[in-house]
């Protein structure tokens, strides 16, 4: 049975649930006969990461259990849950300002098959991409999520963000949130980099001096 399980991810379940707790109809209505597919998005001014909830309900969990299961035998191998998440980033396209994102497997959770059969058992999986370095300004990433289209629900909200530099100022969803688009801006701090460039610079100078000294006490010799 694999599981890897990350303490902070479970912790940022429970923030991911609440973000979504503005649409109750959604989540519950849902529950028995559609996949869940729940994304929070956490833009930080280096990478954009990607927390997915993926709660099977009853009637459609032996059709996610397959392409999790391969081989059947009620145990999610690590080789299987690693392929499960494979599988689900071969669907998830992410651009930054029409770029395409590189997404990398960060953390994942695989509960027991009987868990999943409950309707109320999820997934964890979380992806993150490292852009190129934020220019200052208004930046719009877009998300879309095409993983069993015919049998999901899907979910898309942006986290607040926990670094003033960065604001959100729109999120605009198509019908089903398959796809969703946030735009943000992102304001680098004055002079973040400079004090760091100063004491580089003298630190450099420092030693060229006390290499210079001694070179010259060893010629005078």
């Not at 209505?29 to 929070?40: F, G, I, P, R």
């Not at 080789?79 to 992410?94: H, Q, S, T």
């Not at 058992?121 to 979380?126: A, L, R």
């Not at 990433?141 to 909200?157: F, P």
Request: charge should be neutral; glycine fraction near 4%.
């Amino acid at each position: 049975m694999f599981i890897r399980v990350y303490p902070w991810l479970r912790l940022e379940c429970a923030a991911l649930l609440l973000a979504f707790f503005a649409l109750p109809s959604a989540i519950f209505a849902h529950q028995l006969d559609e996949y869940l597919q729940a994304t929070l998005v956490v833009i930080e001014p280096d990478r954009v990461r990607l927390q997915i909830n993926l709660t099977p309900g009853m009637a459609v969990v032996e059709q996610v259990l397959s392409l999790i299961d391969r081989d059947h035998d009620g145990v999610i191998s690590t080789n299987e849950a690693a392929a499960y998440c494979d599988l689900l980033k071969r669907d998830l396209i992410v651009r930054l300002d029409e770029r395409n994102l590189k997404l990398k497997l960060t953390a994942s959770y695989f509960p027991e098959c009987d868990e999943l059969r409950t309707g109320w058992g999820f997934v964890q999986i979380e992806f993150s991409a490292t852009p190129s370095r934020l220019a200052a300004g208004s930046h719009r990433l877009t998300i879309e999520n095409r993983h069993m289209s015919s049998k999901s629900v899907y979910l898309v909200n942006a986290a607040q963000p926990g670094y003033s530099s960065i604001q959100i100022t729109k999120q605009i969803l198509n019908e089903n949130q398959s796809t969703g688009e946030i735009h943000f801006t992102y304001q680098p701090p004055i002079n973040a980099t400079r004090p760091f460039g100063i004491v580089a610079l003298f630190a450099i100078l420092a030693i060229s001096v006390s290499v210079g000294a001694t070179r010259w006490r060893q010629h005078t010799r």
